[in-house]
């Protein structure tokens, strides 16, 4: 005789054109490791980023300009002197002026296919991993709002390159001393290096860059530079998981070691 299926699920992979298969999954492996480390990481990135992002102090030690806080918009941004700023909100804004930034960069990746995967998985169980059913009953996708609204994707990715190269620059100008001359290298211009570095691999590595870079092309053999372009990008897009921990992570950690010297707890070391 037939399974029964479980009572009150009749959608999904419990419909009735589905086999009848009682048990929520056949995996033996530790399927919820995955999207249980991705969740912790999220959330520890998270709780990191809107304490910094409020705290609105510590952001800036000469020559190093926290890329939370970069570019200051606002009036009440401390390092105006430093680099590409631009009073756009004069001093009616009273709060951290990071939350005038952030909001680029965090729908850049709140957008991102790969985090898309990963918060629906670590914090949705929508489905928690491959072959393990979701517990929920409906299933809309992202074909109604609010979940519509992934589809801004693509121009955030024009926002974030906009922001990559502001923070190009913030790196460059890491390279002279407090007095903003040049030719100084302390760990923090290593820092900002390697933490823009994986900025641009991963902004470069994102689907929406592929498709803008090779998309829509009948014939590559017309196009050899978009399909070379299209090759490089599409090599980064296969770490494309990777490049999003590890810029997340660089991203923190310049934040924090900025915070480290402003708040005297550390002293930047000096190679020149
Ligand atoms: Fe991840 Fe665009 S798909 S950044």
Redesign the pocket.
Known sequence: TEPSRPAGRRTGVHDASRAAIAPRHLRTDRWWLAPAVTAAGLFAFVVYSTWRAFANADYYHAPYVSPFYSPCLADNCAPMRHGPNADVFGSWWGLSPALLILVFPLG?RLT????RKAYYRGFWASPPACAVAEPHTKYSGETRFPLILQNL?RYF?YFAVLVAGILTYDTALAFRDEHYRWGHMGLGSLVFLVNIALIWT??LS????RHIVGGRLRHFSKHPVRYRLWGWVGKLNER?MLL?WTSLISVALADFYVYLLATGAFDDPRFF
């Open positions: 850049f991102c296919y790969y985090y994707h990715f991963y902004t994102c689907h929406s860059c494309h999003a």
